[in-house]
């Protein structure tokens, strides 16, 4: 590669590097949505529940009667409490998570964890291609690595989708407790990550491609050799 061009390259790969630890820790995390219920006794302790791909987390939160006659969920989930995480039923059999069990479907939990797991898988291959493309005369590997990047975001917000359409049924039901949610830190993780992987997965699509001729009558194999 060129000079310019190796250094387009790095730059690129620098931010796609950005990309792949926000998704690695949206996919390694616990904080996607925070779900809160109704409130029904106050001075008293309720108990809210944030998760991710993989875990639940349930918090029990003291709630104080501040506006009397006003319904309000149980948080924010920032309040000091008790905590426990577990991994869900159908990831760990021996976990107890029957609380996610009952207001969610399974099919939607397994669905996010294994498109982030296809997610997880292209980024890898990626930077594997990227890191031999520096060596001498293997810059043809950029194009594949920049697709991998490309198929990684998609992966990525697919499974933002499927999650958010988890969360969206969960608060609909009427066999849950729920009345509130928000989507917590992880979730913006991973549309910050799909929005990195799949610009610059282009990006560095472009860059790879040869060079442009310059003349009307130059064509791409005439053009002079970039090694």
């Not at 390259?9 to 950005?18: E, K």
């Not at 009345?179 to 860059?207: N, Q, T």
């Amino acid at each position: 590669m060129s000079e310019g061009k190796t250094l387009k390259v790095q730059v690129t790969f620098v931010i796609i590097l950005i990309g792949v630890a926000l998704m690695f820790t949206a996919v390694v995390t616990n904080h996607w949505a925070v779900l809160s219920p109704k409130v029904e006794k106050y001075n008293d302790t309720c108990e809210a529940a944030h998760f991710g791909l993989w875990q639940l987390c349930t918090k029990r939160i003291y709630i104080q009667e501040d506006e009397p006659g006003k319904e309000k969920g149980c948080g924010p989930i920032s309040l000091p409490g008790e905590h426990n995480c577990s991994y869900f039923k159908h990831f760990a059999p021996g976990e107890n998570s029957e609380i996610f069990e009952v207001t969610t479907q399974r099919e939607y939990s397994i669905s996010a964890a294994a498109i982030a797991i296809f997610s997880v898988g292209f980024s890898i291959i990626g930077t594997l291609c990227v890191l031999l493309s520096f060596r001498k005369k293997m810059d043809y590997l950029l194009r594949p690595a920049s697709m991998f990047y490309t198929f990684s975001g998609l992966c990525i917000i697919i499974s933002v989708e499927v999650m958010r359409q988890s969360v969206k049924r969960m608060i609909d039901s009427d066999d849950t407790v729920w009345i509130e949610y928000y989507y917590s830190w992880s979730f913006a993780c991973a549309c910050a990550s799909f929005v990195l992987l799949f610009i610059c997965g282009i990006v560095l699509l472009f860059i790879s491609l040869p060079r442009m001729p310059r003349n009307p009558w130059e064509t791409c194999m005439d053009a002079e050799p970039e090694h």
